[in-house]
């Protein structure tokens, strides 16, 4: 069965750096496509940042592009977030997401625009990510 375990979440200052970890198993994770979403309270999920893993294509939203990172270690199948300059808008839980069991030739242009939370499978439990002061 596919899962994914989301990790690192926290609360850090304003300015302040975290990393997000999603550890993935139940699937071929070289072959996926994997996204980050976010939910703030009383608000929709909204995606964050998506990687192709056998290309190592990365896309963002416009909210975080030059301030998060998103990378993946495959050899230990697990998905990162790395978020720096963070604000309080950033607050939310943050959620792990994948798309698999797609072929080789449509798991790029799937994840190209892949942005809605149902253009993924899978989902992890998610972590709680608190910027304040």
């Known amino acids: 069965a596919v899962q994914l375990v989301e990790s690192g979440g926290g609360s850090v200052l304003p300015g302040g750096s975290l990393r997000l970890s999603c550890a993935a198993s139940g699937f071929t994770f070289s072959s996926s496509c994997m996204g980050w979403f976010r939910q703030a309270p009383g608000k929709e999920r909204e995606w964050v940042s998506s990687i192709t893993i056998n290309s190592g294509n990365t896309y963002y939203a416009d909210s975080v592009k030059g301030r998060f990172t998103i990378s993946e270690e495959n050899a230990k199948n697990t998905l990162y977030l790395q978020m720096t300059s963070l604000t309080p808008e950033d607050t939310a839980d943050y959620y792990c997401?994948?798309?698999?069991?797609?072929?080789?030739?449509?798991?790029?242009?799937?994840?190209?625009?892949?942005?809605?939370?149902?253009?993924?499978?899978?989902w992890g439990q998610g972590t709680q990510v608190t910027v304040s002061s």
């Open positions: 997401a994948a798309l698999v069991f797609v072929s080789r030739m449509a798991i790029e242009p799937m994840c190209r625009q892949a942005r809605r939370p149902g253009d993924f499978g899978y």
